[in-house]
C-alpha cells in the first residue's frame, strides 16, 4: 500500500514536472512535448493512433500465439522423442547468438511491407524465451515423479497432459511474460524498416519529421499495450497456477 | 514363490558394485523389511524390482530377478507394481482425490467409489479437495498410501515411507498399511533403517552390509496383530528385543564396521 501511494506520487512529480518543463522549455517542447499537447494531439488524431494501436496489438498478439503453438510443439515432439531435446536446444541457443532485430529488413523483403513480416518478427522474438522456459520447467520435475509415472505405465501423451504441462506451467508462464513484451517490440522494430501502418511507423516518422507530440503518443500507447500484454499474462497466471 | 532374486549383481555404469551376490525368496502375501546403514542398496535393489534402474544405459546387472514369473519389466506391464517414495510425491496441482485416482486414471478405469473408499480409509474424508501445498506431512504420507493401493496392486514397494514422520503417525500409518495391505493381500517389501519400524511390519527381515550383499536374514515369528504391536510399542518391543531387535542391531553394526575395516585397509596399503 505504502509503495502504491509513492508510484502514484512519483507518476505525478514527472508528469507535472515533464509540463512544467514543456510548457516554459523550447528545447524540451521540441523533444518531450507537453502531457497537455500530447493529450490534444490524441484527441485530434484519436482514429490513426488507435488504428496504428491495432495493427500493432494485432501483429503483437499473432506473434506471441505463433511462437507459443510452436514452442509447445516443439516440446511434445521432445517428449515423444527425448533425443531431439539434444538436438534442438543446441540450434535454439546458437540462433540467440544473432540479433534478432538485424531479421527485420530480411522479413520485409521475404513477406511484404504487410502485417506477415511484423507477424513472423514477432514470433521469432517470443519463441526462445517460451521454449527454454518450457524446457528448463520440465527439467526440473522431480526424479520421482518421472519413475512413478513409469512404474504406473503412463503413456507419453498422459504425462504430457497430467504432469509435464501443469508442472511445467510455472515456467511456462515466466517465459510467456517475458515473451508478451518482446512481442511488442518485436512487432514496432519491425514497422520501423516499412509498414503501412502502426505505432513502429508513427515512431520512425515522428522521429524523422521531428513531431514530438506523434512520438509521445505513439509511445504511451507502445507502452500501454506492453503493460496490457504482460498485465494478461499475470491475470492467466494466478488463475491457473493456484497450487504454488 | 512369488519374488525370486538369485545372485543379483548391480553396478551403475559398470563402477563399483552397489549390489552383491543378493538371493531373496518372498512368499505371496507377506512383507519383507530391508534394513542396512545408509548406501548399503537398499532403495537401488528396491528400483531394480520395479523396473527403473535397468532402463539406464551402461548400468550392468547380473543374476536373475522374476516376480511371479515374469521379468522385472513384463511384471511392471501388468499394471499390478506400486511404488512409494520416501517423499510423498504428490501432483501438486492436484487435489487429494485427483491424486488418489491417478494411477486409475493413468489406467483409464478411474473409479469414484473405490477413490471414495480410499480416502476414507487414510482418514482424509474432509480434505479430500485440498490440495497438497495445504497438507501436513503426515497427510501427504496417507495420500500417497491411498494411492498406492489405488491399482489393487500385488506388491508394493515402499522406500522409507514412514521417515520423516514422529512416532505417533508412524503407528497410525502402520495401522492403516496393514489393514489395506490385509484386504487386498499384497505382498510388500518396505525399505527402512528403523528396525523398529522392521519388526512391527514385517514377516522377514533382511539386512544388508556396505558391500550390497546379505550380512543376515531372520523370519519374525510373533503371535501379536499389528494393532496389538503398535498399541503396545515397548511391550512389544522388549518381546522381541534378545530374538530379532538385537541380533539385527548387531548385524547392522557389523554391515557398516566392514566399510570402515576396507577403508582402514586401502588407507594403509
Same mark, same amino acid.
Given at each position: ?244 | ?6 545372485? #543379483? ?114 482418514? #482424509? ?145
Amino acid at each position: 500500500m505504502k509503495n502504491k501511494i509513492l508510484y502514484i506520487l512519483l507518476s505525478v512529480v514527472l508528469l507535472a514536472a515533464w509540463q512544467y518543463f514543456g510548457s516554459t522549455s523550447q528545447t524540451v517542447r521540441l523533444l518531450l512535448s507537453s502531457p497537455s499537447l500530447v493529450t490534444d494531439y490524441f484527441g485530434q488524431n484519436h482514429t490513426a493512433l488507435l488504428q496504428a494501436t491495432q495493427t500493432t496489438l494485432i501483429e503483437a498478439v499473432a506473434g506471441l500465439l505463433i511462437a507459443t503453438v510452436f514452442s509447445f510443439g516443439v516440446m511434445i515432439l521432445c517428449f515423444y522423442f527425448p533425443k531431439l531435446m539434444d538436438f534442438v536446444l543446441p540450434i535454439m541457443i546458437t540462433s540467440q547468438v544473432i540479433p534478432l532485430i538485424v531479421l527485420a529488413p530480411f522479413f520485409i523483403i521475404l513477406l511484404g511491407i504487410g502485417l506477415g513480416s511484423k507477424i513472423a518478427m514477432a514470433a521469432l522474438m517470443c519463441f526462445f524465451p517460451i521454449f527454454v522456459n518450457f524446457a528448463q520447467g520440465y527439467k526440473a520435475i522431480s526424479q520421482n515423479i518421472h519413475e512413478l509415472m513409469h512404474i504406473y505405465n503412463a503413456d507419453t501423451w498422459t504425462r504430457i497432459k497430467q504432469v509435464y504441462f501443469p508442472l511445467a506451467m510455472p515456467s511456462i508462464m515466466a517465459g510467456l511474460k517475458i515473451s508478451a513484451t518482446l512481442a511488442v517490440i518485436g512487432a514496432i522494430v519491425a514497422e520501423f524498416n516499412g509498414a503501412e501502418i502502426g505505432l513502429g511507423k508513427n515512431l520512425f516518422l515522428a522521429a524523422k519529421r521531428l513531431e514530438p507530440d506523434l512520438m509521445m503518443s505513439s509511445l504511451l500507447l507502445s507502452t500501454l499495450l506492453g503493460v496490457v500484454f504482460f498485465g494478461t499474462i499475470y491475470f492467466i497466471e494466478k488463475k491457473i497456477i493456484n497450487w504454488q | 514363490m512369488f519374488i525370486n532374486i538369485q545372485n #543379483l549383481n548391480f553396478a551403475f555404469n559398470k563402477q563399483k558394485p552397489v549390489l552383491n551376490d543378493i538371493t531373496i525368496s518372498l512368499a505371496k502375501g507377506k512383507t519383507l523389511a530391508i534394513v542396512g546403514a545408509s548406501g548399503c542398496g537398499k532403495s537401488t535393489l528396491l528400483r531394480i524390482l520395479s523396473g527403473i534402474l535397468p532402463n539406464a544405459e551402461g548400468n550392468s546387472l547380473q543374476g536373475d530377478i522374476s516376480i511371479y514369473g515374469l521379468t522385472t519389466e513384463q511384471y511392471r506391464q501388468t499394471g499390478k507394481l506400486a511404488f512409494m517414495f520416501q517423499e510423498a510425491t504428490l501432483m501438486p496441482h492436484s487435489t487429494v482425490k485427483q491424486n488418489i485416482e491417478l494411477p486409475l486414471k493413468i489406467k483409464g478405469n478411474a473409479n469414484e467409489q473405490k477413490t471414495n473408499n480410499l480416502i476414507k480409509a487414510v482418514g #482424509l474424508e474432509e480434505y479430500s479437495n485440498y490440495l497438497p501445498k495445504q497438507l501436513s506431512g503426515g497427510m501427504k504420507t496417507r495420500v500417497a498410501l491411498a494411492r498406492s493401493f489405488s491399482t489393487n496392486p500385488e506388491l508394493l514397494l515402499l522406500d522409507e515411507p514412514f521417515s520423516a514422520l514422529d512416532i505417533a503417525w508412524k503407528s497410525k500409518l502402520y495401522v492403516e498399511l496393514e489393514k489395506l495391505r490385509e484386504e487386498t493381500n499384497t505382498t510388500v517389501i518396505v525399505v527402512t533403517h528403523d528396525v523398529q519400524e522392521a519388526l512391527l511390519l514385517a514377516d522377514h527381515v533382511i539386512v544388508m552390509n556396505s558391500f550390497g550383499g546379505i550380512e543376515t536374514r531372520k523370519e519374525i515369528k510373533s503371535n501379536y496383530s499389528i494393532m496389538q504391536r503398535v498399541n503396545n510399542i515397548s511391550g512389544y518391543m522388549n518381546s522381541v528385543y534378545e530374538s530379532y531387535m538385537l541380533p539385527i542391531q548387531d548385524a547392522i553394526m557389523n554391515g557398516q564396521n566392514r566399510k570402515n575395516e576396507k577403508q582402514d585397509t586401502i588407507h594403509i596399503a
